[in-house]
């Protein structure tokens, strides 16, 4: 099968991480026997300063050609200071929107390898497994009218959270279809109590909810969801949200299950799937070679699955990551107290070469 991906390190450790992802991805498609073309495109401070737009025609242009794309980070402090459109995350709001990915994934879960380095107690986070449906194109995202206005010292701000019930719907059906390949169990969260945009919400997932009879289906406040994520976290399965609350809860989930690098994530709902680590640029730590590039590496899994349907390649990358994580390999956010770490290419290179094992094995056995 061919695999075709724009890839778009983008900034902070985005290039790093996303070094690592294509690494694997050469090494499994090489195992497996698949044709891989990655072709490398800039985006947000990097594009910017390449071509003084943070989604240049030519990346769109690649991105909507391919088969998905694959992106490491976008962001940085020395654009702090620059208008909205200008800002490197506006060309991945763009990129979203033009890919037309309403849908993001963003799986957490505890490898029962790093139960040890959550937060909280490893009781508690043992065997949390949530999958957060966060809805991508919608919200105070890109609500219309937003803007500053006012001479300083007197000005005001405005930003619009609208939903239409078509966008509630598509990504609500999303969420009711993956609950049904996991443990039927499905957690809406919104503010209903205070918010508009969360009555519709509320309304709307409850009438979808009747077509998955199957799945049980319950609401939450989002104060109380955030509670509830770092008291219980095991208990949720799949939880279904709007753009912010998602964007939210999703580093929360996170940290909950040991670390903001371990997280990849999946948009879909287009023609062409994106699929990026949910964690930041992280300028304080780039380019040291010490960034996790295991949410990088779970997002290409992601890729396989979800654009190329290529499900035991996705669940060779997956336990090739667990494998590694087991056997006691880690980078720094989540490396035992006095115990050493690998660095961003090491573990890359750990978790490549257990691919590559697993895929000798595979044949041996097919053979
Ligand atoms: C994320 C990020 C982005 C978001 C930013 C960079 C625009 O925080 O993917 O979670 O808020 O969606
Ligand atoms: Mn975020």
């Known amino acids: 099968m061919l695999i075709k991906v724009?890839?778009?390190?983008?900034?902070?450790?985005?290039p790093e991480v996303t070094k690592q992802a294509v690494r694997v991805l050469e090494g499994l498609a090489a195992a497996f026997g698949h044709e891989l073309t990655c072709t490398q495109k800039d985006i947000g401070g990097a594009?910017?300063?390449?071509?003084k737009d943070p989604l240049p025609n030519d990346t769109l242009q690649a991105c909507l050609s391919s088969g998905a794309v694959l992106l490491g980070a976008v962001g940085g402090p020395s654009f702090d200071s620059f208008p909205s459109h200008l800002r490197p995350e506006s060309g991945l709001l763009r990129l979203r929107r033009e890919l037309g990915v309403f849908a993001n994934l963003r799986p957490a879960t505890c490898y029962p390898s790093l139960e040890d380095c959550s937060p909280l107690r490893a009781d508690i986070v043992k065997g949390t497994d949530i999958l957060i449906v966060r809805e991508l194109l919608g919200g105070i995202y890109y609500g219309e009218p937003r803007l500053i206005q006012g001479p300083t010292g007197d000005r005001s701000a405005t930003d619009t959270m609208r939903y239409t019930e078509k966008e509630i719907e598509r990504v609500a059906r999303v969420a009711?279809?993956?609950?049904?390949?996991?443990?039927r169990n499905l957690v809406s969260v919104d503010k209903a109590n205070v918010l508009d945009c969360s009555r519709l919400w509320r309304d709307v997932v409850t009438r979808i909810s009747q077509d998955y009879v199957?799945?049980?289906?319950?609401?939450?406040y989002v104060d109380s969801a955030a509670m509830a994520l770092v008291s219980h976290p095991a208990d949720f399965d799949v939880v279904l949200t709007e753009n912010m609350f998602g964007?939210?809860?999703?580093?929360?989930?996170?940290?909950?299950?040991?670390?903001?690098?371990?997280?990849?994530?999946a948009s879909v709902g287009g023609p062409v799937g994106l699929y990026e680590p949910i964690h930041g640029s992280a300028p304080d730590i780039a380019g040291q070679n010490i960034a996790n590039p295991v949410g990088a590496i779970l997002s290409v899994a992601m890729l396989l699955r979800?654009?190329?349907?290529l499900k035991r390649e996705a669940s060779c990358v997956e336990s090739s990551v667990a494998g590694v994580l087991a056997a006691g390999y880690r980078t720094r956010d989540v490396a035992k107290h006095g115990h050493g770490c690998l660095s961003t290419e090491e573990i890359g290179g750990k978790i490549a070469e257990a691919i590559r094992v697993a895929a000798a094995?595979?044949?041996?056995?097919?053979?």
Do not use: W, Y
């Open 6 to 14: 724009t890839v778009l390190p983008g900034d902070g450790i985005g």
């Open 47 to 51: 594009a910017l300063k390449s071509s």
């Open 176 to 183: 009711f279809e993956l609950a049904r390949s996991r443990r």
């Open 214 to 220: 199957d799945v049980k289906t319950s609401h939450m």
């Open 247 to 265: 964007d939210i809860l999703s580093d929360q989930a996170a940290s909950v299950v040991g670390s903001l690098g371990m997280l990849g994530s």
């Open 306 to 309: 979800h654009s190329f349907k």
């Open 361 to 367: 094995c595979t044949e041996n056995v097919a053979s």
